[in-house]
């Protein structure tokens, strides 16, 4: 009879014990929820204080298995997916929700005997199911790969210092040139992240902030990409897939292929829209680095001077001439050539281009304001009713010291000397090229960017990336690229941007 009134009592016991500290742990979430800035710091070092001789002795911190850690997918529990208080074993890498008793974490730490786990939010670490709070120095390289800061001294030194390291299993990688994973058939993704990685001021920006969801997620990714404390050698960009899942409402998957150019154009304006909050005008560092303008006249009839509007653009599209339709015996593996200085006369503000959208017309283009970062576009694909033509046409063009002055007319300087104006610096150097290998349905994409910190070129196809020559930049079938203006010239800012003519 004792016996059978023993078992009752032990089992209360035991429940109260659980529900005592899983109000603890609401307590201390409440109070952290509740309390300001400072006051939650203060409560956070005096829990620190009552629990650093306990944790500073924890017996599990050799359990860490750091090669099994990624913090590239979307943080959310491995079992009920909820994205809620979801916490990361620091023993196998798995995702679980919650700490308190009878929640997913806590389970997992009873049934596989893992006892560290890590908040991904607030990067505290934990032991369970015991509950206290770990204190040590050791895990910060756990915190930082989770979540990379970087000083101003460190954002400066992604210019000048040549950074190689390597990952927990053994895969040597440099700093800023390091491979993305295809998720399956998002390489348009990949070349056009590894691209914006190669602006400077974009990059410096997102390697200190981050605001709404895409904005958050890209910083993110760009921090992981240029740190130098990785565990592997390359970045998963999953989390920042969903993001654009979600702010694109599907229109770019990870499944089905789509346009690079269409994918850069919508991230820089959706970028420009969540950083400045307005979808026309506003001022935002996406602006500032690649807006530039045209004015666009329509032409009337001989002798008639057609209106003239101007129009910001974000993309300069490029027309590439019709290949030849037919080939001789002794031009079996004819490849068409053109210069880049003879398909830039579309914007001499004098070559007339038919246009058939918005309305049909004939019209001129003339560059009235130069970016600080160009983005070029070479329409290579062509549509119709029945499929998609690819223009093989190879374009030469100068890796260093394309003097836009030369071709096309230029903006001149404000308060110019009288008799005419002086034209602004036009000189630009490429950082990024883009191209496109294989048939229009079945090829992919791969980006050759510049190194600054060492001057030299590198390609990156997805996961896998290598040094190339400048001159082999120049041999492929470019479809995207980023000029940079030299040092100290002008350009930037504007309202909403769109793919020019």
Avoid at 215 to 222: D, I, N, W
Avoid at 225 to 244: C, D, L, T, Y
Avoid at 311 to 331: I, K, R, S, V, W
Wanted: net charge negative; charged share 25%.
């Amino acid at each position: 009879m004792l016996a059978a009134n023993a078992a009752p009592a032990v089992f209360d016991a035991r429940a109260a014990a659980v529900a005592a500290l899983q109000a603890e742990i609401d307590a201390e979430e409440e109070e952290e929820r509740a309390t300001s800035a400072e006051d939650a710091s203060r409560l956070a070092a005096e829990r620190r204080e009552r629990a650093n001789r306990a944790s500073r002795d924890c017996p599990y911190l050799d359990t860490v298995n750091r090669a099994l850690l990624d913090f590239d997918f979307e943080k959310c529990c491995s079992v009920s997916l909820s994205p809620n208080n979801v916490y990361a074993c620091l023993v196998c890498g798995k995702y679980f929700a919650g700490r308190g008793p009878n929640t997913h974490a806590y389970t997992h730490s009873l049934e596989a005997t893992h006892h560290v786990f890590m908040n991904l939010h607030t990067g505290k670490v934990y032991c369970l199911p015991d509950a206290y709070e770990i204190v040590d120095r050791s895990l910060d390289d756990i915190r930082h790969v989770l979540d990379p800061t970087f000083t101003p001294a460190q954002i400066e030194e992604t210019e000048t210092k040549k950074m190689w390291s390597r990952g927990l299993d053994g895969t040597d990688y440099l700093t800023g040139a390091i491979g993305l994973n295809n998720l399956k058939a998002t390489d348009y993704v990949n070349v056009v992240l590894q691209a914006l990685m190669r602006v400077k001021p974009v990059r410096n920006f997102f390697l200190s902030d981050d605001q709404s969801l895409l904005v958050q997620r890209f910083g993110e990714l760009t921090r992981k990409i240029w740190n130098s404390r990785n565990f592997k050698g390359q970045v998963s960009p999953h989390e920042f897939m969903q993001a654009v899942l979600a702010s694109s409402r599907r229109r770019f998957l990870v499944d089905k292929q789509s346009d690079p150019v269409d994918f850069m154009t919508w991230l820089l304006n959706t970028l420009h829209r969540d950083l400045s909050g307005k979808m026309k005008g506003g001022s935002s560092v996406i602006n500032h680095c690649f807006q530039g303008e045209l004015e666009v006249t329509s032409v009337g009839r001989p002798g008639e001077t057609g209106e003239s509007a101007k129009m910001p653009f974000y993309t300069l599209a490029l027309d590439l001439p019709p290949p030849p339709l037919f080939q001789d015996a002794m031009e079996n593996n004819f490849i068409p050539q053109v210069p880049l200085s003879q398909i830039l006369r579309k914007f001499d503000g004098e070559t007339p281009h038919e246009v058939l959208r918005p309305t049909p017309g004939v019209k001129t283009y003339k560059i009235s304001r130069l970016p600080r970062y160009l983005i070029v576009h070479y329409k290579r694909f062509t549509k119709n009713n029945f499929f998609v033509e690819k223009n093989p046409t190879i374009v030469t063009f100068p890796v260093k010291s394309l003097r836009l002055g030369d071709h096309v007319p230029v903006p001149t300087r404000p308060n110019a000397i009288p008799g005419g104006g002086q034209p602004v610096d036009s000189t630009y150097d490429l950082v990024a090229n883009v191209c496109h290998d294989g048939k229009p349905a079945e090829g992919s994409y791969r980006a050759m960017v510049h190194h600054v910190a060492d001057g030299n070129w590198y390609e990156v196809n997805d996961l896998v990336v290598s040094e190339v020559l400048p001159q082999q930049v120049v041999l492929t079938e470019c479809y995207l690229q980023i000029y940079q203006l030299r040092e100290g010239d002008g350009g930037g800012g504007g309202a909403v941007a769109m793919d020019a003519a």
